[in-house]
Nanobody, 122 residues
Framework: VQLQASGGGLVQAGDSLRLSCAAS????????MGWFRQVPGREREFVAAISWNGGSTYYGNSVKGRVTISRDNAKNTVYLRMNSLKPEDTAVYYC????????????????WGKGTQVTVSS
């Protein structure tokens, strides 16, 4: 599975943004998908994950209530909708694939995409 994230950019605090992650490969629909983010010099942070069929979603504490993860298996794409963006949301956002959502919390990611930069100005 190859992953390509897009949709990042420069926005103002309070704005919304939707990130997309397009996957290649026929097995996309069998993987849980998710997002991490990273600021230079800091550890990678879990943002959100979704099960293979979209039935279960998980969110990091710092974004809970402000982001929504979704997927469209027909389009091999996972989305991250972010609302009420804050300057502290500034980071490079990476999408990833794993067997189940718990791998996003416990480790064991199978595939990583290249990141997309999100910058939130105050």
């Amino acid at each position: 599975v190859q992953l390509q994230a897009s949709g990042g950019g420069l926005v103002q605090a309070g704005d919304s943004l939707r990130l997309s992650c397009a996957a290649s490969g026929r097995t996309f629909s069998t993987y849980a998908m998710g997002w991490f983010r990273q600021v230079p010099g800091r550890e990678r942070e879990f943002v959100a994950a979704i099960s293979w069929n979209g039935g279960s979603t998980y969110y990091g504490n710092s974004v809970k209530g402000r982001v929504t993860i979704s997927r469209d298996n027909a389009k091999n794409t996972v989305y991250l909708r972010m609302n009420s963006l804050k300057p502290e949301d500034t980071a490079v956002y990476y999408c990833a694939a794993a067997p189940t959502p718990t791998y996003f919390l416990d480790g064991g990611i199978n595939y990583w995409g290249k990141g997309t930069q999100v910058t939130v100005s105050s």
